[in-house]
């Protein structure tokens, strides 16, 4: 692809700083739910708190995780663009809502997520070796739609806090490329760096129910905002976002992992 091309930078930022921050906002949704909790006269158990649950509708998700779009697919001969200018995977930040709209031997949900990913590296001189002060930025916005289904059963029934979950849909990928000045970048034929791809995704994970923990704390989380059920998940998604099937496509998916928090409400 032209535009492609074009996004020419060498700042290298790998996947570890990418899954501290994922794990640092879990730890700080766990910290949400475990927070000291009124005072009352009694203490309740898991399935206590679980017969008091207010109606569960909808879920919301925010996760993160290393991605690196699979722009270098679309190149032989060993040419690696991506790669050489941009340097491996970087943040993907994501949110998702689900309307759960069945519930018996697990959930059934559809959901709609949209994501946001950014990486920024110096060009390259094209007179000596070195890099220049100028800069491209690479810059992704996913659209998804998803059936989930998540294994709750369980835990429902036996309070065992694990639940199992799979999803797949469809996506639409907004991209651009930006120069130093924020602006479009462009070829030398003209050629704009900024478009739209489809594709699709499929995904397993598994989430940790934090109710047992506190179980009288999970009571009032429900009783005062309304969250059934506060989990944390490990996900593990593939996305082959490279137009399905249309040909000159920019292939922008990824195959990769990402952990997360999930409020049922």
Same mark, same amino acid.
């Given at each position: 692809?032209? !535009?492609t091309?074009t996004?020419?930078?060498t700042?290298?930022r790998?996947?570890g700083?990418?899954t501290?921050?994922a794990?640092l906002?879990?730890?700080?949704?766990a910290?949400v739910?475990g927070?000291s909790s009124?005072a +009352?006269?009694q203490?309740?158990?898991v399935? =206590?708190?679980r017969? #008091?649950r207010?109606?569960q $509708?909808? /879920?919301?998700?925010f996760?993160?995780?290393?991605?690196r779009p699979?722009?270098?697919?679309e190149?032989?001969?060993?040419r690696?663009?991506? =790669?050489?200018f941009f340097h491996?995977?970087h943040?993907?930040t994501q949110?998702e809502l689900?309307w759960?709209?069945?519930h018996?031997?697990?959930?059934?949900?559809?959901?709609a997520?949209?994501?946001?990913f950014?990486?920024?590296?110096?060009n390259?001189s094209?007179k000596t070796?070195g890099l220049? !002060?100028?800069?491209?930025?690479?810059?992704l916005?996913? #659209?998804s739609?998803?059936?989930v289904?998540?294994y709750?059963?369980?835990?429902q029934?036996?309070?065992?806090?694990?639940v199992?979950? !799979?999803?797949a849909? #469809?996506?639409y990928?907004l991209?651009?490329?930006l120069d !130093?000045?924020? =602006?479009?970048?462009?070829?030398a034929?003209?050629?704009?760096? /900024? *478009? *739209?791809?489809?594709?699709w $995704?499929?995904?397993?994970?598994v989430?940790?129910?934090?109710?047992?923990i506190?179980?009288?704390a /999970? +009571?009032s989380?429900?009783? =005062?905002? %309304?969250v059934?059920?506060?989990h944390?998940? #490990?996900e593990f998604?593939?996305?082959?976002i490279?137009g399905?099937?249309e040909p000159n496509?920019i $292939?922008l998916g990824?195959?990769t992992?990402?952990l %997360?928090i999930l409020f049922?409400?």
């Amino acid at each position: 692809m032209t !535009a492609t091309a074009t996004a020419t930078a060498t700042a290298k930022r790998g996947a570890g700083r990418a899954t501290m921050a994922a794990t640092l906002a879990v730890m700080a949704g766990a910290l949400v739910l475990g927070r000291s909790s009124p005072a +009352r006269a009694q203490a309740y158990t898991v399935d =206590e708190a679980r017969s #008091f649950r207010s109606p569960q $509708h909808f /879920a919301f998700e925010f996760r993160m995780g290393p991605y690196r779009p699979d722009i270098d697919s679309e190149f032989s001969s060993g040419r690696k663009p991506y =790669e050489t200018f941009f340097h491996g995977r970087h943040l993907m930040t994501q949110i998702e809502l689900d309307w759960q709209f069945f519930h018996r031997y697990g959930s059934l949900a559809v959901g709609a997520g949209v994501g946001y990913f950014s990486t920024t590296a110096n060009n390259p001189s094209v007179k000596t070796t070195g890099l220049t !002060a100028d800069t491209s930025n690479l810059r992704l916005i996913p #659209f998804s739609l998803s059936l989930v289904y998540r294994y709750d059963y369980l835990f429902q029934d036996r309070q065992i806090p694990l639940v199992p979950y !799979a999803k797949a849909g #469809f996506d639409y990928s907004l991209w651009r490329v930006l120069d !130093a000045n924020g =602006e479009v970048a462009t070829d030398a034929l003209g050629g704009q760096g /900024a *478009g *739209g791809v489809l594709g699709w $995704h499929a995904a397993v994970g598994v989430s940790l129910v934090l109710d047992f923990i506190d179980p009288d704390a /999970a +009571r009032s989380f429900d009783d =005062e905002l %309304g969250v059934n059920h506060t989990h944390l998940f #490990f996900e593990f998604s593939h996305a082959d976002i490279s137009g399905l099937g249309e040909p000159n496509k920019i $292939h922008l998916g990824d195959t990769t992992w990402s952990l %997360g928090i999930l409020f049922e409400f």
